[in-house]
């Protein structure tokens, strides 16, 4: 990818621009492209006439996204297995505007473009919904309903009581030292009944092709693991928060990097989501350096 100049303007909006592409995509490697793409047509462009940069910036970025989403989802239907967002967790990202945690990234997966956009748009990076039409291309009032729909699916995926991150550190790491040591009675005690265990591997590395639902089976899962981990141990990373959630960086298997994000409800994990894909990890590579 071509290295972006610097230029004032287009700089300090860049990381928001990355976040924006980031929530509509699922994916960094796009959502960079799309904003090289967004940076080729703001040189194109005569900013003495753009009176809102920041507006005017997210309209290109949210098109290009809208288009992407059409081959994204053709992509999608043959993937192999469970499909996650590809991880992301930067300490030095501290906007407290987009809280938007790995499952309710997941929920946006379920709806449609216009609607994921108007809502990611409006109710995440607070542009009014005048600036939301012009964006998308409908009308304000038909925006308000895209947002509301939008609203109302993915509320079950808010998280009901919010864990702080030490108290999540420190179930991450109780789950980690359980797991991968074949405490079963530890591991059982720090998940819910209905527990759902994701793997994402993308046919590229091996990774369960269903979701685990439910305690006895991600139990037997981790039984069978931990019988595996005495001859290939687990090298932990770091511990991290992953997408809003507690979790960890792992190398498994020798060569396999793994990040394992912990989804918490009052003080039990109700879902595991582990992306091991390495077409989805390449960008971490930097981050698990310091």
Not at 34 to 43: D, H, K, S, T
Not at 53 to 75: D, G, H, M, W, Y
Request: aromatic letters at 6%; one cysteine or more; proline letters at 6%.
């Amino acid at each position: 990818m071509t290295e972006i100049p610097a230029d004032p303007i287009f700089s300090e909006l860049r990381p928001r621009l990355v976040r924006l592409a980031y929530r509509m995509l699922g994916s960094v490697a796009d959502a960079e492209d799309i904003v090289q793409e967004a940076w080729l047509r703001w040189l194109a462009t005569d900013r003495q006439s753009i009176r809102e940069p920041a507006a005017f910036l997210r309209t290109i970025v949210t098109r290009l996204c809208l288009n992407e989403l059409k081959s994204a989802r053709r992509r999608r239907e043959t993937y192999v297995g469970p499909w996650l967002p590809e991880p992301i967790f930067d300490p030095e990202d501290d906007d407290a505007a987009d809280d938007l945690t790995l499952p309710l990234m997941l929920a946006l997966e379920r709806l449609s473009p216009l609607e994921r956009a108007a809502f990611l748009l409006h109710d995440v990076f607070g542009m009014g919904f005048e600036d939301v039409a012009l964006a998308i291309g409908r009308e304000e009032a038909a925006c308000r309903k895209l947002a509301s729909r939008a609203r109302a699916h993915i509320l079950d995926a808010r998280p009901r009581f919010a864990v702080g991150k030490e108290q999540g550190l420190k179930l991450a790491t109780a789950f980690f030292t359980a797991s991968r040591t074949g405490d079963m009675a530890a591991l059982r005690a720090l998940l819910s009944e209905d527990v759902v265990a994701y793997a994402d591997g993308g046919g590229k590395v091996p990774a369960s092709r269903q979701p685990l639902i439910g305690l006895d089976a991600v139990m037997l899962r981790h039984e069978m693991m931990a019988r595996i981990f005495l001859s290939q141990p687990s090298r932990l990373i770091h511990y991290a928060i992953i997408d809003g959630l507690p979790g960890f960086v792992t190398m498994e298997g020798g060569d396999v990097v793994q990040t394992t994000a912990l989804h918490v409800e009052q003080e039990k994990v109700v879902a595991i989501y582990c992306t091991r894909n390495p077409d989805k990890l390449r960008h971490i590579t930097s981050v698990m350096a310091h």
